[in-house]
T-cell receptor, first 114, second 109 residues
């Protein structure tokens, strides 16, 4: 299975600031995703992180609010911009193994916005 | 539009019992279905992946089945243990990956 790390594991931030979350994978993967999990809810896909091109965002998520970078096949960042308390969530990155399409998740970043 | 439903939302059973978690989906044209486990405040751990051409997968005390024609999957847990307490999520991959809301499982010692 792919080993995925995320930084930071948690953070408490002030309203109006931005936070960048890093996701590092121990092997090259083609497909990488960012999800949000609000308290008590299931996972919602934010975007697909595309290597070398702009991310593909799901309905309700925009690049100005959630800019994503994917400089290579093992690393991606998600920035949560101009944060409000409604952005308090767990943010998770995931990858899909090419050989059988099994999906693996990082440990998540727990964000609290005051 | 694909919808994934998991019933029940929560379940408590005594230790040692066998149990079944259910997952249903509305569009049978799926690429695969995957079961995950999530412990409180943690990421997701992959349990079993069933390709669209498969009927079931087994790993230890876990067995997952897939019936595409009826839009259903079940996760069978044998001889449950307190360590099995977690939220179990299923996800289907059609044109994108859609998650159910999960079943919160509590195994009573």
């Amino acid at each position: 299975s792919a080993v995925i790390s995320q930084k930071p594991s948690r953070d408490i931030c002030q309203r109006g600031t931005s936070l960048t979350i890093q996701c590092q994978v121990d092997s090259q993967v083609t497909m990488m995703f960012w999800y949000r999990q609000q308290p008590g809810q299931s996972l919602t896909l934010i975007a697909t992180a595309n290597q070398g091109s702009e991310a593909t965002y799901e309905s309700g998520f925009v690049i100005d609010k959630f800019p994503i970078s994917r400089p290579n096949l093992t690393f991606s960042t998600l920035t949560v911009s101009n944060m409000s308390p409604e952005d308090s969530s767990i943010y998770l990155c995931s990858v899909v193994r090419t050989s059988d399409s099994e999906q693996f998740f990082g440990p998540g970043t727990r964000l609290t916005v005051l | 539009k694909q919808e994934v439903t998991q019933i029940p939302a929560a379940l408590s059973v005594p230790e040692g019992e066998n149990l079944v978690l259910n997952c249903s989906f509305t569009d049978s044209a799926i690429y695969n279905l995957q079961w995950f486990r999530q412990d409180p405040g943690k990421g997701l751990t992959s349990l079993l992946l069933i390709q669209s051409s498969q009927r079931e997968q087994t790993s230890g005390r876990l067995n997952a089945s897939l019936d595409k024609s009826s839009g259903r999957s079940t996760l069978y847990i044998a001889a449950s243990q307190p360590g099995d307490s977690a939220t179990y999520l299923c996800a289907v991959w059609e044109d994108k990956i859609i998650f159910g809301k999960g079943t919160r499982l509590h195994i009573l010692p």
